[in-house]
């Protein structure tokens, strides 16, 4: 499956973004969606998981309540709607597929990820 990620940009602090992931090659009701990120010489960070097919979510305890992880299976979509934005939010975003037995927030797990989108907060 093939990611893409959009939505990304600058923001000021306590503002909102919505990420988008686009998959192609097959369907992400298969898979355990996620969304990560990452800053320079950090290890890439789970934020939100997600499985369609189990009702299955899950975040990071720093976006949990901010953060809103969701799919849309007709346009083969994953989105990730950010809101009351903190400096420290800043990373590049990505999305990832998963096969959906675990759905953890661990990136050794994923098996397919986008290129990544930027996320700005000041």
């Known amino acids: 499956v093939q990611l893409v990620e959009s939505g990304g940009g600058s923001v000021q602090v306590g503002g909102s973004l919505r990420l988008s992931c686009v998959a192609s090659?097959?369907?992400?009701?298969?898979?355990?969606m996620g969304w990560f990120r990452q800053i320079p010489d950090k290890e890439r960070e789970g934020v939100a998981a997600?499985?369609?097919?189990?009702?299955?979510?899950t975040y990071a305890g720093s976006v949990k309540g901010r953060f809103a992880i969701s799919q849309d299976n007709a346009k083969n979509t994953l989105t990730l709607q950010m809101h009351s934005l903190k400096p420290e939010d800043t990373a590049m975003y990505y999305c990832a597929a998963d096969h959906p037995s675990a759905c953890r927030l661990d990136a050794d797990d994923y098996l397919y990820w986008g290129q990544g989108t930027q996320v700005t907060v000041s």
């Open positions: 090659g097959d369907t992400i009701s298969r898979y355990c």
């Open positions: 997600i499985y369609t097919g189990g009702g299955y979510t």
